[in-house]
């Protein structure tokens, strides 16, 4: 599969999650958390940057869980553009646990297909034994 495809596949699956309201966002009203929902606020996942996402790379688990589903994209795109990054390394640690992982609704079978389409994405592209234990992880969790 290409990157665009890819990115197709991922923008489809998660066109129907919801932007989470401001105060659902992140779970903790500590500063580190604050300044991630006050760098979200507004923005759709299409709409965070790539140095945004760059500057943010380890934050993917401080959102709340509907926020997670809502701005994975943004993050997914940032790392399949560049699968040895610590934007990759960051998302798949967070891929391969169970913190914040349920959403209201859940995650719909497209979406979970996309997030399995995106770690064969990136198994094929990284040669990090690193990576390759936590995308062998996180595939048992989003199969």
């Not at 996402?53 to 926020?67: E, M, R």
């Not at 209201?104 to 770690?119: D, F, H, N, P, V």
């Amino acid at each position: 599969m290409e990157l665009q495809e890819l990115m197709q596949r991922i923008q489809i699956a998660f066109t129907k999650a919801h932007q989470p309201l401001e105060d659902a966002i992140v779970c903790h009203a500590c500063k580190e958390c604050l300044e991630l929902r006050d760098g979200v606020i507004g923005h759709t996942p299409d709409q965070l940057t790539d140095s945004w996402v760059d500057h943010n790379f380890d934050q993917l688990p401080l959102f709340s869980d509907d926020a997670k589903r809502y701005y994975l994209p943004a993050y997914l795109r940032v790392s399949a553009c560049n699968p040895d990054s610590t934007v990759t390394q960051f998302v798949l640690f967070s891929l391969k646990g169970d913190h914040r992982w349920e959403p209201s609704g859940g995650y719909s079978k497209e979406q979970k297909q996309a997030i399995y389409e995106y770690l064969q994405f990136i198994e094929a592209r990284t040669i990090d034994e690193n990576y390759q234990k936590d995308i062998a992880k996180a595939k048992s969790v989003w199969k």
